[in-house]
C-alpha cells in the first residue's frame, strides 16, 4: 500500500505560480511512476505531468509544456509540481497518483490517489 497526501493548493491570479506537492509513505519502493492529475467541475480527470521514479525521466501534457515542472526527492518521498504562468482554465483539484508498474497518461492506470487539493486561478 502506497498513502499519498498533497498539499500546496490555493488561490492566484492569472501569471501567478504555486508549487504543489505529494509526500507518500508506505511502500513507497513499489511505485514505478508519480503523476499528477486535474479534474475541473464537469469535465473529467486530465493528466497533467508524471516522473518515473528511478530515473526521473518526465512527461507532460501539452497544455502545460513549459509552464509546469514536474520533480522528486527521493530521500523525502515527495513529488512536486511547480506551476508557472497560470492561468483561469489551470483552475481544478490536482492529484497525485502511483503507478506500480509502468508510465502512462491514463488515470486507470494509477493504483494510489491522494485525496485532492484545490487549486483556483482568477482573471
Known amino acids: 500500500q502506497v498513502q499519498l497526501v498533497e498539499s500546496g493548493g490555493g488561490g492566484v491570479q492569472a501569471g501567478g505560480s504555486l508549487r504543489l506537492s505529494c509526500e507518500a509513505s508506505g511502500r513507497t519502493d513499489s511505485s514505478y511512476a508519480m503523476a499528477w492529475f486535474r479534474q475541473a467541475p464537469g469535465k473529467e480527470r486530465e493528466f497533467v505531468a508524471a516522473i518515473i521514479r528511478s530515473s526521473g525521466r518526465t512527461y507532460y501534457a501539452d497544455s502545460v509544456a513549459g509552464r509546469f515542472t514536474i520533480s522528486r526527492d527521493r530521500a523525502k518521498n515527495t513529488v512536486y509540481l511547480q506551476m508557472n504562468s497560470l492561468k483561469p482554465e489551470d483552475t481544478a483539484v490536482y492529484y497525485c497518483?502511483?503507478?506500480?508498474?509502468?508510465?502512462?497518461?491514463?488515470?486507470?492506470?494509477?493504483?494510489?490517489w491522494g485525496q485532492g487539493t484545490q487549486v483556483t486561478v482568477s482573471s
Open positions: 497518483a502511483a503507478s506500480q508498474w509502468r508510465y502512462s497518461s491514463s488515470p486507470s492506470q494509477y493504483k494510489y
